[in-house]
């Protein structure tokens, strides 16, 4: 897809990976449509985007929230188009072991409101933009490509049934909507991060992450466009679908 003019909605995109994603594809031609949880950080994004001549529009929206996104799709589409492109980037974590225990006496076990909050944002929210998004690309018929980011926990990591669960499952969405949906024209493909500098991993003991990049083959974290410059090549290479762009240094969990 030549990405000049194309409308390409991000979620999460008021900052870390969804923002760096804005600026590669705003500077490559794109319009972005931000949608994020909140307004503020929205209106700081698309500031600093505009003052580089990017044209980028602020769309308030709670992914988990059905309704919230059919209104933010409708207000795109009526704003600035029918969307060619979806970043389903927005995520949180919330990090426990399932069960810990001490000498035969579990001490901890992961929330139920852990599990469901993560698997709803992470993965819930990717399906409801994902067929928003294609419904949109259908309607106004339209190539589209959706992109779903995952993560190296996809895997299976410590600490972290919730978020490597969703992101297992957001990879197998991906393969399912390359089967489902290439009749209509549209693409699909994931993005698994490593570990990257953003806020999150800034907000890490400096000597866990020296810990983290020691074991990366390339001994360092990568950083946001990296993940910018995978989830442009999925956009633009036609011949691309239904399949992981692992971005990580070379580490396997
Ligand atoms: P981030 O800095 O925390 O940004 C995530 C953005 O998503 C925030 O603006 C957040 O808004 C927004 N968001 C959260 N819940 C939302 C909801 N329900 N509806 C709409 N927006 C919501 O995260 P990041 O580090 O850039 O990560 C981006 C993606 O990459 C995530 O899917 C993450 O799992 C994945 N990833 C990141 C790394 C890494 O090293 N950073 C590695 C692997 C995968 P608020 O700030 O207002 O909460």
Known sequence: MELTNKIIAVTGGARGLGFAMAQRLGKAGARLALLDLDADNLDS???????????????????TDEA????????IRDQMGAVSGLVNNAGIT???LLIKAKDGEVQKRMTLDAWKSVIDVNLTGAFICGREAATQMIEADQEGVIINISSISCAGNM???NYSAAKAALNALTVTWAKELARYGIRTGSVAPGFINTEMTAAMRPEILENIASGVPLKRLGEADNIAQSVEFILTN???SGRVIECDGGLRL
């Open 68 to 75: 919230s996104v059919t209104q933010a799709f409708a207000d």
């Open 159 to 161: 600490g972290q049934s």
């Open 94 to 96: 919330k990090d426990a």
């Open 45 to 63: 994004a698309v500031g600093k985007l505009s003052s580089s001549g990017i044209d980028a529009r602020p769309f308030v929206v709670n992914v």
């Open 238 to 240: 036609d011949y691309f």
